[in-house]
């Protein structure tokens, strides 16, 4: 790929579009596929925009979800084909798609290098043979997809089960592997041994007659330990991981899967110390589940590390390439504030552009039950508190993507219904607690919200899609280190300051992405003892004690990390980390 960063996943709808944004410059980007509604929804927008017949896959139809987001897909991919060969035919005028391709590469790209050396070249033969190597070069950016791995609901048609292969996540994994793209899957929020089985069913997912696969896998991992499980699993099945994707625990945007302590730096470490050898035993479990299905591979493919959550400025970009030996970086919640790349409405795009680090935090309102990254003058934050002082909490329950819990049902549902809420606010009434502890757990029961219409909200408005029922409130997920960016940017500043040709944050007081994510974890390892010294029993305060451990070993690490840096203030800022860490007793 041309660029060394991509664009991950933002939301269900943030990023829905994006490569279409993006990709006919080489940028690679991640597309939600969780919601068919919204694939279908994109579809039926961008075909009317592109002058292309539209025809509707209703939910009656056999397989719709998967018939939906494989049609989703075709569309990204014929349409970003078509912007792609239109811009290589265009001439090298200043101000033309093609210029932009690669003005927007970085100075040290041999091919942004070869595009200045052509433009100073005198008109003629010889400019000529020289632009048409430089078109011979380009690429565009990879459509990747992202599936939620647990996020597996079971599908029923007139009360009969539809069977493991049409529950949701593997449904979509089967749109996406019967689609036109050439791209990955990028896996997260956990290990699912069925959809990873379901794989396997898929020959797109093996390698070719010249060793080179179709559809590639991508696992999103916060650690080496998962990392080197989930791909171990994988290469049993004759599945070749392509890009381990870490991502920081808590430094990130939507769900935030703390780990146990561990810092991203001693992280990276870990990758770079073990990945040939990691890389080397996958290839012999791999290479052998291959020749039972009659496959030779000589070599193992090639495997990318790939780092993303928190990085906000040119200097630690290039720090984590450099010293972990990555082979990219993910920018995703700055690109929230570039409303060329992403869809967030105007109002909430304006609320991003002057919020502060108060205005964002973490979250039980996902109804996964796992931290959610969450803003505060967010419009379902409002609409949420709106409700609870009309004594209607909860929210209509019309996607059912999240429905996971059968407390009171026999059938799932979610835990930010309406239904769920008011079955377990009366639970709580018939328990006679005290004031002071009935308004604490009926507040852990409101604070769920409707993340499948939320995340999607901003989408429909700003592609004026937004039906006249449906509710208008804004559900928005980005990462804390959005706070640090103030203002409305183009693709080009963006992309020039992760590139160091600009600077975003010039005059802004930001700790680095290292101190910024340990901070993090200590607030994170502080709340807990609150919650857990509730209850207290030796297996919590052992839990406890070996977070706190964790994070004193990455201090550590830092320390002589930090000890030759030109910046000294790192040292003073990891210090006044490790004193917060020091005053947490256990």
Known sequence: MPHKFHIPVLGLGFSIDTPLKVARYGISSVVSIVDDELTERMRKYHSKLNGITYSAIEKKEKQFRTKRITAYLN????LIDEQ?????????????????????????????????????????????????????KMVKGSIDVNIMAKVDKLNFAKGEYLGDDQTDALAALKGFAESKLNGAVVLSAGMNPKLYAFIERFKAFYPNDKAEFDKRIILKVSDFRSALIQSKFLAKKGLWVSEFRIESGLNCGGHAFATDGFLLGPILEDFKFNRL???????????????????????????????QGGIGTAEENEFLLQRYQLDATGWGSPFLLVPEVTNVDEQTLNQLAKATQDDYYLSNSSPLGVLFNNFKHASMEKLRLKRIAEGKPGSPCTKKYLCNNTEFTTEPICTASKKYQQLKINQLLSFNLSSEEYQERFDQITEKVCLCEGLCT?????????????????????????????????????????????NLLEHIDRPHLFINELNLYIDYLNDQVKIYLKEVNDKKIKYLNSFKQQLENGVSYYKNLFTDWPNTDLLTQLFGAEQRLQNIKI
């Open 75 to 78: 569309l990204l991919h014929d």
């Open 84 to 136: 792609f060969e239109d811009l290589k035919q265009q001439d090298f005028i200043e101000g033309n798609d093609i210029c932009r391709y690669f003005e927007l590469l970085p100075m040290a790209s041999q091919l942004r290098q070869g595009y200045e050396l052509m433009m100073e070249y005198p008109e003629g033969e010889s400019k000529k043979i020289f632009q048409q190597l430089l078109r011979s």
């Open 277 to 307: 050898a990691m890389q080397k035993e996958l290839f012999e479990l791999y290479q052998n589940a291959l020749k039972q299905k009659q496959l030779d591979v000589k070599q193992a493919p090639h495997q990318k590390i790939t780092v």
């Open 458 to 502: 901003s989408t429909y408005i700003k592609t004026h899609q937004l039906k006249q029922k449906e509710s208008t409130a804004v559900a928005i997920c980005p990462g804390p280190n959005l706070a640090f960016f103030n203002g409305i940017y183009s693709l080009d500043e963006m992309v020039n300051h992760i590139y160091g040709n600009a």
